[in-house]
């Protein structure tokens, strides 16, 4: 046998070994990921309720004028565009902040890193639970401020008026969430070379001109990952603003567009419409996702 041919041969039974191996995974995908997206899309030109026996009526687009002409649509996607904001700024930054911190740490660094991730192991609905708890008007968020603030007995209505019970969601998505991307930054400032931060310091740069000039531009493709993973965690947040609504915070001021999708479906039984806004919120989560990619590889060329 040739040379050549051993090694073609050898190296189509190693691609035989990595489509054994792939299938699975995509055999996984193909029927819980992507034959739901395919079906919502298919499904948003039907006016199809969920219990009701008659075969579902082909209406075209109608189900998106209804869902783009509702003023409940409008309201949802302002709320999610809030939530997003509220959550993705000062969960980036301090997530950035604290891995800076750590990474200059000289001890405890894997007590530091272990006790900022804990949160992140809990389920959204466990987390949600505990914070329930916490923004009691006699839990621990009210007497902490009081005590801060030197005013006792005050209730700060956490759960109860519509502007705190914004906050309160992002409150509990940033403390679940900060200690799992402050280690993806940590992962990324750790494969930037010591020689690079060595050669600045010999040179006379101090620690601020070190993390500017050096670190943050070496961690680009980082904080490109983690502001994608940020954006498309709060667009799909669901469990905290389902659970605090059904505690009886007001609805309006939450009513993200996965609560909505699940109301629609649920409540009103109307699938179709469901489908639709599922249809607009993927759109969105892809089309933002595009333009942060673009734009990341746009600042590189330019570099």
């Given at each position: 046998?040739?040379?050549?041919?051993s090694?073609?041969?050898?190296?189509?039974?190693?691609?035989?070994?990595?489509?054994?191996?792939?299938?699975p995974?995509?055999?996984?995908?193909?029927?819980?990921?992507?034959?739901p997206?395919?079906?919502?899309?298919?499904?948003?030109f039907?006016?199809?309720?969920?219990?009701?026996?008659?075969?579902?009526?082909?209406?075209?687009?109608?189900?998106?004028q209804?869902?783009?002409?509702?003023?409940?649509?409008?309201?949802?996607?302002?709320?999610t565009?809030?939530?997003?904001?509220?959550?993705?700024?000062?969960l980036?930054?301090?997530?950035?902040?604290?891995?800076t911190?750590?990474?200059?740490?000289?001890?405890?660094?894997?007590?530091?890193?272990?006790?900022?991730?804990?949160?992140?192991?809990?389920?959204?609905?466990?987390?949600?639970?505990?914070?329930?708890?916490?923004?009691?008007?006699?839990?621990?968020?009210?007497?902490?401020?009081?005590?801060?603030?030197s005013t006792?007995?005050?209730?700060?209505?956490?759960?109860?008026?519509?502007?705190m019970?914004q906050v309160?969601t992002?409150?509990?998505?940033?403390?679940?969430?900060?200690?799992?991307?402050?280690?993806?930054?940590?992962?990324?400032?750790?494969?930037?070379?010591?020689?690079?931060?060595?050669?600045?310091?010999?040179?006379?740069?101090g620690?601020?001109?070190?993390?500017?000039?050096?670190?943050?531009?070496?961690?680009?493709?980082?904080?490109?990952?983690?502001?994608?993973?940020i954006?498309?965690?709060?667009?799909?947040?669901?469990?905290?603003?389902?659970?605090?609504?059904?505690?009886?915070?007001?609805?309006?001021p939450v009513?993200?567009?996965?609560?909505?999708?699940?109301?629609?479906?649920?409540?009103?039984?109307?699938?179709?419409?469901?489908?639709v806004?599922?249809?607009?919120?993927?759109?969105?989560?892809?089309?933002?996702?595009?333009?942060q990619?673009?734009?990341?590889?746009?600042?590189e060329?330019?570099?």
């Amino acid at each position: 046998m040739k040379p050549r041919e051993s090694a073609g041969g050898l190296e189509r039974n190693r691609a035989r070994w990595g489509w054994a191996f792939v299938a699975p995974g995509l055999v996984f995908f193909s029927i819980f990921s992507f034959y739901p997206m395919l079906n919502a899309i298919w499904t948003s030109f039907f006016n199809k309720r969920l219990l009701s026996l008659k075969a579902p009526k082909f209406i075209g687009l109608q189900n998106y004028q209804r869902v783009l002409m509702s003023e409940d649509f409008w309201n949802s996607a302002r709320a999610t565009a809030t939530f997003t904001v509220g959550v993705f700024v000062p969960l980036f930054f301090l997530s950035l902040l604290f891995a800076t911190l750590i990474t200059s740490m000289k001890r405890g660094k894997r007590l530091a890193q272990a006790a900022l991730y804990s949160p992140a192991v809990l389920s959204s609905v466990v987390a949600a639970l505990i914070w329930l708890l916490m923004l009691d008007p006699r839990g621990l968020a009210n007497q902490f401020v009081n005590w801060v603030g030197s005013t006792p007995g005050i209730d700060h209505r956490w759960l109860s008026d519509g502007w705190m019970v914004q906050v309160s969601t992002m409150i509990v998505y940033v403390w679940k969430y900060l200690g799992y991307f402050t280690i993806l930054f940590i992962t990324g400032i750790g494969k930037i070379p010591d020689s690079v931060n060595e050669a600045a310091l010999m040179d006379g740069a101090g620690p601020f001109r070190r993390f500017f000039s050096i670190t943050l531009p070496l961690l680009r493709p980082t904080t490109v990952l983690v502001s994608v993973m940020i954006l498309i965690q709060c667009m799909k947040t669901f469990s905290t603003q389902y659970l605090f609504t059904q505690s009886g915070a007001p609805l309006a001021p939450v009513n993200v567009i996965t609560l909505n999708i699940y109301n629609t479906a649920m409540r009103d039984l109307n699938i179709g419409k469901a489908s639709v806004m599922s249809t607009l919120l993927f759109l969105l989560m892809l089309g933002l996702t595009w333009i942060q990619l673009r734009v990341s590889k746009k600042d590189e060329a330019e570099l």
